[in-house]
């Protein structure tokens, strides 16, 4: 399906998109466009005009700090995070990134497009609320800073108001982090996903169980523990075609049990 008529805005500069979107109520940030131009097919969003993000190479920028802190841009792609020497710091992030899609999605799609559309079933998500990210949220009032656990509020929802943009995410150093899923085929989304990191305590992040991301702390990353604290979050998944809820539920522990012992493994 063709898309309708929408206007398109090039800003050169982040002050310039941040006025643009302030200014039109029916605008939308374009960052790579994996998700927002498919849906724009489908008429299920309708957007009056789109703002494109991809001449603002202060968004782009891959950083570590002294103490090794990564800083990322919102409009760095899975490729150049796969790539980037400096993002090797904390080496899950590539690794979980070389898994999404095809070269094609991971050549345009990026990090501040995949967590600011939450779908449930993306794995960025739940992968920065275990490695405790924060992200940076700007406005012409100033920036604000959220941690990823309370940055995702719904399905397609998220901290991000009208008139504010994703610049950034911090990631606090570590090394010691696991990832694991089953996916729709090799390159498909994920019917559940677990992110896990052992970087002091034990942080577990549940994915596709939920609207957002479920973390639970289990006391260590012992099998016996990981699923305890599994099921002592309550989970109520929906059910569909490629899973049913019991399903899911089950997924969860199994993933769970082996991102800790990937993290743990590292450690």
Do not use: W
């Not at 539920?249 to 012992?261: F, G, K, P, Q, Y």
């Amino acid at each position: 399906m063709l898309l309708r008529e929408v206007e398109y805005a090039r800003p050169a500069s982040v002050a310039e998109a941040l006025a643009i979107l302030k200014q039109h109520d029916g605008a939308r940030a374009l960052a790579g466009g994996q998700t927002l131009i498919n849906v724009m097919k489908a008429r299920v969003a309708s957007p009056d005009v789109l703002v494109d993000l991809n001449g603002l190479d202060d968004l782009k920028g891959i950083e570590l700090g002294s103490d090794g802190t990564l800083t990322i841009g919102a409009m760095a792609t899975y490729t150049d995070i796969a790539g980037s020497a400096e993002a090797r710091a904390r080496p899950i992030l590539g690794e979980v990134c070389l898994t999404i899609a095809d070269v094609q999605v991971r050549n345009r799609g990026t990090i501040g497009g995949n967590v600011c559309s939450n779908d449930p079933t993306n794995h960025l998500p739940p992968l920065l609320c275990a490695v405790g990210a924060e992200m940076t949220i700007a406005s012409e009032d100033g920036e604000r800073t959220v941690a990823a656990a309370e940055f995702f509020l719904g399905v397609y929802l998220t901290a991000v108001g009208p008139g504010e943009l994703l610049t950034k995410l911090t990631i606090p150093a570590g090394k010691h982090d696991g990832f694991a899923a089953v996916t729709l085929g090799a390159d498909g989304t994920c019917i559940a996903n677990a992110a896990a990191s052992l970087n002091g305590s034990l942080r577990v992040a549940l994915g596709c169980v939920d609207a957002v991301p479920i973390v639970v702390q289990p006391a260590s990353a012992a099998e016996d523990a990981v699923r305890e604290a599994v099921r002592g979050a309550g989970l109520m998944p929906p059910s569909d075609v490629h899973a049913s809820s019991e399903y899911r539920i089950h997924l969860a522990e199994v993933l769970a049990v082996r991102a800790a012992r990937q993290a743990a493994e590292r450690s």
